[in-house]
């Protein structure tokens, strides 16, 4: 019989029984019966015992349920979530038990307190900018913050942009010698401390201003502590395919194993080439060895802040001089007339269609354009699209956060099936109407993909989830589900499990998801979240040898 108030109030020091579930341990096997018990935070058994063996005191009925590693979240945004949510319902209700941080070369650590401030502020759209001791410096430090306590566990990048920022501010040219050893040694000292590896975001301030060299240098850091070089390239929409092999050319160069943030292939022009992304990828991996992985959230819009569709000469200098130059009636001129005709490199060299910038989050005062396309806004309001797209900026001090609709369907299912692929949510969690890839990444593509489209069988999916990127984050005791493993669990219903978050309410909860443990801790019973907070820093091994 199930307690289920014994459940709930199960400690890690309990032994704890999944009775009667059908397991599926992440290596793409295929699912077993099989009870698992778990004591002192990790499995310490998977069997399937006969009527009348005698229970541990806390035993859970899982009969007709499935149980499956914890899903591991490979693009990530809640840098300040998992700090300033204790709940962290998005994630969690999801059966997020690992989230990878740091991404896009842009967050919190390494800082000085001026870059700190900075970033708190460039950052609003993605994080917002929550009430926190920021008593860090180094990333040695942020991850011992997260180390007193999350809801989910956490590995982090050393964000090539924050670096930059810290040694360089937001100069738009190439780096010295001098400065470009300066950065070097952060990113050593952020891997020393634990980091998985480096991001960049070469779209986005000051990370775009750096050339292939700067990344090859640094990632010679990277190659020095075994870890992995994670891009958001340059460019996603006119040059997409390009933007892929100067990735893969970089790692190639780097000798590093690559691990392509958000691989998309967006834009009307681009439909049905995602193949050819592939292909390169193969190639890649075929002719030159390289160890190429991916990542991918299963909807078609994209998400940033708004400032980020300007072209990057206007976002030199930070914060101050944008919004100085918005100011100007000249140069918005020339700044709308490359982002409407030419194509801003801030909109991947796309002429913009404002139909497709939706706002997703801005300040109190500018709630009115929350939901709304900037096309709708300044039809309603008989504006021209990009003048009310630099008075918004303005506004809101660039803040405000957006939507782009600009994916393929086709594309996403391609990129899915690949056997370099890994699930990351690239989950925006602020603003009144966030992407909804942020509550309901996991079960849609468990619901959607998996159980309604049959793209990918439940036991692939899962492998995709967990022991993929497991492999990849050099975590040789999470990912699957076998005797000594840590138990980072997620136990689910297949023909219930589904996303219930949509665009116009992007907060409500999956449907489906039981139970989730974290560290053999219960994060969430019954669908219910503990209030338990065993959420810890996964700090990678550093490798000597090189």
Not at 177 to 183: P, Q, S
Request: one cysteine or more; aromatic letters at 6%; glycine letters at 10%.
């Amino acid at each position: 019989m199930v307690d289920r108030q014994a459940a709930a109030d199960w400690r890690p020091d309990y032994e704890l029984l999944l009775r009667g579930g059908t397991v599926v341990d992440g290596t793409g096997g295929p699912p077993r019966r099989a009870d698992v018990l778990i004591r002192d935070g990790r499995i310490a058994s998977m069997e399937r015992h006969r009527p009348g063996f005698p229970l541990p005191q806390h035993t859970i009925d899982v009969g007709g349920l499935v149980v499956a590693p914890g899903f591991i979240d490979m693009h990530s945004h809640s840098d300040l979530a998992v700090l300033a949510d204790p709940e962290h319902i998005a994630k969690v209700a999801q059966g997020v038990t690992t989230e990878v941080l740091g991404q896009d070369g842009l967050s919190y650590a390494p800082v000085t307190d001026a870059t700190l401030g900075q970033l708190r502020e460039q950052l609003r759209g993605w994080n917002g900018d929550p009430e926190l001791d920021y008593d860090w410096r180094s990333v040695g430090e942020y991850l011992d913050r997260i180390d007193r306590g999350a809801a989910v566990n956490a590995a982090y990048l050393v964000p090539h942009g924050t670096v930059r920022l810290a040694v360089m501010g937001t100069d738009e040219r190439a780096a010295t010698a001098e400065e470009l050893a300066r950065m070097r040694a952060l990113v050593e000292e952020g891997l020393a401390q634990g980091a998985a590896g480096l991001s960049t975001g070469l779209t986005y301030t000051p990370g775009m201003y750096a050339d292939d060299e700067e990344i090859v240098e640094l990632c010679a850091a990277v190659r020095a502590h075994g870890g992995y070089y994670c891009p958001h390239h340059r460019n996603y929409g006119a040059e997409v395919v390009r933007g892929y092999l100067d990735c893969l050319e970089i790692a190639r160069r780097a000798q590093v194993p690559l691990h392509l943030a958000h691989c998309h292939v967006n834009f009307p022009p681009n439909a049905g080439r995602a193949h050819e992304v592939l292909d390169a990828i193969d190639r890649a991996s075929a002719e030159h060895g390289l160890d190429v992985t991916l990542d991918t959230y299963p909807y078609l819009a994209g998400a940033t802040y708004l400032a980020a569709l300007l072209p990057s000469r206007v976002q030199a200098g930070g914060t101050a001089a944008t919004l100085a130059r918005l100011r100007d009636p000249a140069r918005r001129a020339e700044i709308a007339h490359e982002i409407e005709v030419s194509g801003s490199d801030g909109h991947h060299g796309m002429p913009m269609d404002w139909s497709t910038i939706v706002i997703s989050g801005t300040g109190e005062e500018q709630a009115w354009a929350v939901g709304r396309s900037i096309a709708e806004l300044a039809a309603e309001r008989g504006a021209a699209p990009a003048e009310l797209f630099f008075d918004l900026l303005l506004a809101d001090e660039l803040a405000t956060g957006c939507l782009v609709q600009v994916g393929n369907e086709d594309n996403v299912r391609a990129i899915m099936t690949h056997r370099a692929h890994t699930g990351g949510s690239d989950g925006i969690l602020v603003g009144a109407r966030p992407h909804p890839r942020g509550w309901g990444t996991f079960p849609r593509y468990l619901g959607h993909y998996v159980r309604e489209l049959g793209l990918l069988s439940l036991e692939e999916a899962v492998a995709h989830f967990t022991s993929r990127p497991a492999r990849r984050l050099g975590l040789a005791d999470r990912g699957v589900l076998r005797r000594g493993a840590v138990a980072d669990l997620v136990v689910f219903d297949p023909d219930r499990v589904a996303d219930t978050a949509t665009y116009e309410n992007p907060k409500r909860r999956p449907a489906g998801i039981e139970h989730v443990f974290v560290n053999g801790v219960k994060t969430l019973a019954y669908g219910r979240r503990t209030g338990l907070l065993p959420g810890r820093a996964l700090r990678r091994r550093t490798d000597p040898r090189g």
